[in-house]
Every structure is written in structure tokens, then in C-alpha cells.
């Protein structure tokens, strides 16, 4: 079982920045596909990013291509979510999840293992 959980959301302004942290508990941790999704107030979750094993980022979702990027640290079981530029509609519960499959980055149904969320809102 691998346990997910993140953090370092906040309340930031348009324009600023964020740094979000997922955490695993598996010795594991390496061979884990990372995927990072999001969840709008009132809409369904969406894919946000993907990064491979050894830390090659490997998708974005087009609404955060150029303004966030998605990299790890295997040695510290982390993968982080580097987000700028950011906007009211990022808004969101951010959360991290983990596969060990190797395709489909985006979508939800192929990762095994979610963290609980952390909230990150944008005021305009």
C-alpha cells in the first residue's frame, strides 16, 4: 500500500506562484508513474501533469503547458508541482496519485494510489 500526501497549497493572487509537495511512504517510490490532477469547485477532476520514474516529465494538460512544471526527487519520495502565472481558474483541490502502469498519464482510472488533496485558490 502506498500512502500519498500533499501539501503547500494556499490562497495566492493572480499572477503568483505555488509550490506543491506529494510525499510517499513506499521504499518503492521510484518505480512509480506520479500524476497530478485537479478538482474546480462545482466540476469534475481534471488531469494536470505526469512524470516518469526517473523523473522526465511526460504530460500536461493544456490549460497549465508553459506555466507549471512537474519534477521529483526519488531519493526524498517527493514529486513536486512548481505552478506560476497562476490564474482564478486554477483554483482547485490539487490532488497527487500514483501507477505502476505505463500509459494513459491522464487518465484517472489507471492510478492505484491518491492523496488527499490540497487546496490551492487563486483571487483575482
Known amino acids: 500500500q502506498v500512502q500519498l500526501v500533499e501539501s503547500g497549497g494556499g490562497l495566492v493572487q493572480a499572477g503568483g506562484s505555488l509550490r506543491l509537495s506529494c510525499v510517499a511512504s513506499?521504499?518503492?517510490?521510484?518505480?512509480?508513474?506520479v500524476g497530478w490532477f485537479r478538482q474546480p469547485p462545482g466540476k469534475e477532476r481534471e488531469f494536470v501533469a505526469a512524470?516518469?520514474?526517473?523523473?522526465?516529465?511526460?504530460y500536461y494538460g493544456n490549460s497549465v503547458k508553459g506555466r507549471f512544471t512537474i519534477s521529483r526527487d526519488n531519493a526524498k519520495n517527493t514529486v513536486y508541482l512548481q505552478m506560476n502565472s497562476l490564474k482564478p481558474e486554477d483554483t482547485a483541490v490539487y490532488y497527487c496519485a500514483a501507477t505502476a502502469r505505463g500509459s494513459n498519464w491522464e487518465i484517472e482510472g489507471i492510478y492505484d494510489y491518491w492523496g488527499q488533496g490540497t487546496q490551492v485558490t487563486v483571487s483575482s
Open positions: 512524470i516518469s520514474r526517473r523523473g522526465d516529465p511526460l
Open positions: 513506499t521504499r518503492t517510490f521510484s518505480t512509480y508513474i
